[in-house]
């Protein structure tokens, strides 16, 4: 196979991926009724069984979020029975946090990112599953890792110091927390699965090597769970870094690909472009010899 061919072969490929990508954004700039926003999309349903309050859906950006609980804060400050503690701002966002989500993955639809969906099988992994705070806050219903990554990078943006806490067990699988540090400690917070608050407090709301240690004290805030799971969940924990990000990578995936989302049209029409251009350089040798051979032709 030639350089010739082989540049031909590639320019057909780059233009049929402009048409592909150009007539795919077309469809993506449509973002209302989409038909392709269904395909393969299973939406989690609400169990009825969880803390949750659909009219806090109204609260899809982390600014809106931040400023309803400084709000509510505000009131309860006003409260002539409160208390200043540096751990009554994060309980209350995390009451907040129970009630505006309720279980389940909150992946990307084709009109908010079709090119992280089209690149996904690529990647190997769940890279269409959502780490964006403010894309998280576009649906009522999120995981425990992306309900732990939302809730750190609001109490981050108010001076707070926050960790992944993280377990891994090879029969029950993985599970994602976190933990505050205020009034010199840590401490623990699981909005996903909702451990039972009071008992939480009561106990100064404790870390994971308190809970992990206290099994009586893990299983009345956790009532709701078996007892051999989570036993077996909690014994295997591990902590993340302090104040990072917990989804770098994933995250600025999810940016470039939103991005492409828009444009990814225009850089396959540029490489098309370059690519012709040098096959054209190439074809040029030909011509100019071919040329000077019909010229000697003439003259002879």
């Known amino acids: 196979m030639t350089k010739k061919s082989v540049w031909m072969a590639l320019q057909v490929l780059l233009f049929l991926a402009f048409n592909f990508l150009f007539f795919l954004t077309i469809l993506f700039l449509f973002k209302k009724n989409n038909v392709f926003d269904k395909i393969g999309l299973h939406e989690p349903v609400y169990n009825g069984t969880e803390v949750f309050d659909p009219s806090l859906q109204r609260l899809n950006s982390i600014k809106k979020l931040e400023d ?17 503690d540096e751990g ?7 009451s907040v946090m129970r009630q505006r989500f309720y279980h389940g993955y909150s992946r ?4 908010e990112n079709y090119m992280a969906l089209l690149l996904e099988p690529l990647t190997g992994k769940e890279a269409a599953a959502i780490v964006i705070p403010d894309d998280m806050l576009k649906y009522p219903y999120a995981a425990c890792s992306q309900q732990s990554i939302l809730m750190m990078e609001l109490l981050k943006r108010k001076g707070y110091s926050t ?7 090879k029969q029950y699988g993985g599970h994602f927390c976190f933990e505050v540090l205020y009034n010199g400690s840590w401490h623990f917070f699981d909005t996903n699965q909702e451990p039972d608050m009071n008992v ?3 106990n100064n709301r404790p870390g994971i090597a308190f809970l992990s240690k206290n099994k009586e004290v893990l299983r009345a805030a956790y009532p709701h769970l078996e007892p051999e799971r989570l036993d077996a969940i909690f014994g295997n924990y591990f902590f993340g870094k302090p104040d990072t990000f ?20 225009f850089f396959a029409l540029l490489a098309y472009v370059l690519v012709r ?4 350089m190439l074809m040029r040798p030909e011509r100019k010899y071919a040329g000077l051979f019909l010229k000697a032709e003439t003259n002879g």
């Open 88 to 94: 009554n701002y994060p309980v209350l966002v995390d």
């Open 68 to 84: 309803y609980c400084d709000s509510l804060y505000s009131v309860q400050s006003m409260n002539s029975q409160f208390k200043s």
């Open 108 to 111: 990307y639809r084709f009109s």
């Open 246 to 265: 917990e989804a770098p990578r994933a995250r600025i995936y999810q940016q470039v690909t939103k991005i492409l989302s828009y444009c990814g049209w």
């Open 200 to 202: 939480l407090n009561v």
């Open 163 to 169: 960790r992944k806490v993280g377990f891994l067990d």
């Open 277 to 280: 251009k040098k096959r054209t």
